[in-house]
T-cell receptor, first 115, second 113 residues
Framework: GAGVSQSPSNKVTEKGKDVELRCDPI?????LYWYRQSLGQGLEFLIY????????KSGLPSDRFSAERTGGSVSTLTIQRTQQEDSAVYLC?????????????FGPGTRLLVL | GDSVTQMEGPVTLSEEACLTI???????????LFWYVQYPGEGLQLLLK?????DKGSNKGFEATYRKETTSFHLEKGSVQVSDSAVYFC????????????FGTGTRLQVFP
């Protein structure tokens, strides 16, 4: 079956512009996560959605970052007024939610370069 | 807070050599432990996991045992192949609030023929 998909695969933008990154989780997965992979910080958690519960935004690095999940499926991560330090690979993952540690399946990522 | 520490790379080995990548963690309670692998040009994939003390996760010839007494989850393989060249990430998650993964910094493995 189809895995987690993300778009675009690559994004180059100018400092100060806004960007939107999209994630399509695996069908039936109610949990969705965003992570960031950067040279300086490694792999870090950004935000988590589970069903209709309030998202866990504890990993968002600043108020320029926001995310939403519409209809319990597709998610969009928005970065406003991008900075060069936002350059990274943004990874999305999804999983079933059973209250136990279900396997998270990762998408291929969006590589963001802020010039 | 919770954290994962893994050995720095790169680890360079000849084919058929033995591999150990060390991973230790800091967490209260009983986290689940994971090894993820990222092959060149590909996304993160779960390699193996263990959810309680003394459990052994295994896959593709790799093994790791959850050692609570030493808070470790070292990755081992008896005979590596060139195709094992990748970056390996140790991670933990706790069943509190979210199952977010906390990753180590990753260890690059290079296997030469």
């Amino acid at each position: 079956g189809a895995g987690v998909s993300q778009s675009p695969s690559n994004k180059v933008t100018e400092k100060g512009k806004d960007v939107e990154l999209r994630c399509d989780p695996i069908s039936g997965h109610t949990a969705l996560y965003w992570y960031r992979q950067s040279l300086g910080q490694g792999l870090e958690f950004l935000i988590y959605f589970q069903g209709n519960s309030a998202p866990d935004k504890s990993g968002l690095p600043s108020d320029r970052f926001s995310a939403e999940r519409t209809g319990g499926s597709v998610s969009t991560l928005t970065i406003q007024r991008t900075q060069q330090e936002d350059s990274a690979v943004y990874l999305c993952a999804s999983s079933f939610f059973t209250g136990f540690q279900e396997t998270q399946y990762f998408g291929p990522g969006t590589r963001l370069l802020v010039l | 807070g919770d954290s994962v520490t893994q050995m720095e790379g790169p680890v360079t080995l000849s084919e058929e050599a033995c591999l150990t990548i060390n991973c230790t963690y800091t967490a209260t309670g009983y986290p689940s432990l994971f090894w993820y692998v990222q092959y060149p040009g590909e996304g993160l994939q779960l390699l193996l996991k263990a959810t309680k003390a003394d459990d052994k996760g295994s896959n593709k010839g790799f093994e790791a045992t959850y050692r609570k007494e030493t808070t470790s989850f070292h990755l081992e393989k008896g005979s590596v192949q060139v195709s094992d060249s990748a970056v390996y990430f140790c991670a933990l998650s706790r069943p509190i609030n979210t199952d977010k993964l906390i990753f180590g910094t990753g260890t690059r493995l290079q296997v030469f023929p």
